[in-house]
């Protein structure tokens, strides 16, 4: 069950499944570029693999596989198609031999 929020008018959230997920914020005072550097920056990768189908289904009901980057800390970085949790997402880089770490659906 979806249930919206207006959070001082500010940031549209829906709480799904008892999470809570931004849905269209504003970008003029860098309240999400702060948050996430605050928790991103300097981190190191440790490890990157992509979801298997059963997993992803479990866990998000996607029909495609995300590759998941884990991090020093803990945390784990899941692509999404949008802020929703639609589907899973794709990654573009400026990498020239690597200009998307893709999605897979099997």
Not at 7 to 29: H, Q, V
Not at 68 to 92: K, R
Request: proline share 4%; net charge neutral; aromatic share 10%.
């Amino acid at each position: 069950m979806d249930t919206n929020c207006n959070c001082n008018n500010r940031f549209r959230f829906i709480i799904r499944n008892n999470n809570l997920a931004y849905n269209g914020g504003l970008m003029k005072d860098n309240y999400w570029q702060n948050l996430v550097n605050k928790h991103l920056v300097g981190r190191k990768i440790v490890k990157v693999k992509w979801l298997d189908p059963k997993e992803t289904d479990k866990i998000f009901g996607w029909s495609q596989q995300p590759c998941e980057i884990y991090l020093d800390n803990g945390t784990v970085l899941t692509p999404s198609m949008d802020d929703e949790g639609n589907d899973a997402g794709a990654i573009f880089t400026n990498i020239t031999e690597l200009s998307v770490i893709p999605t897979f659906r099997e």
